[in-house]
Nanobody
Framework: VQLQASGGGLVQPGGSLRLSCAAS????????SGWYRQAPGRQRELVAL???????NYADSVKGRFTISRDNAKNTVYLQMNSLKPEDTAVYYC?????????WGQGTLVTVSS
């Protein structure tokens, strides 16, 4: 599966962005889709996950601010990010797990700065 991420950019603290991840195959064939991020000098970390059944999971640091969702008709997973903080600055990657294989999209840079 190929994943195409988009939507990153520069935003002021308190602002919002929506990331998109378009998959090359039906989301119903994907066990789970997720967003990860990697800040400079830090390890990649899970931000949010959504399963094929619609269950979601979030990192504690983004709960209440970020929302992961999907549009099955468009084979696209979204990450709505509100109340952004400077510490949210990172390269964000989308991922898809099919059975035991994990696929990654290219990263999209999110910079939160005034």
């Amino acid at each position: 599966v190929q994943l195409q991420a988009s939507g990153g950019g520069l935003v002021q603290p308190g602002g919002s962005l929506r990331l998109s991840c378009a998959a090359s195959r039906s989301l119903f064939s994907i066990n789970s889709s997720g967003w990860y991020r990697q800040a400079p000098g830090r390890q990649r970390e899970l931000v949010a996950l959504i399963t094929s059944g619609g269950s979601t999971n979030y990192a504690d640091s983004v709960k209440g601010r970020f929302t992961i969702s999907r549009d099955n008709a468009k084979n696209t997973v979204y990450l709505q990010m509100n109340s952004l903080k400077p510490e949210d600055t990172a390269v964000y990657y989308c991922s898809a797990r099919i059975s035991t294989s994990v696929y990654w999209g290219q990263g999209t840079l999110v910079t939160v700065s005034s």
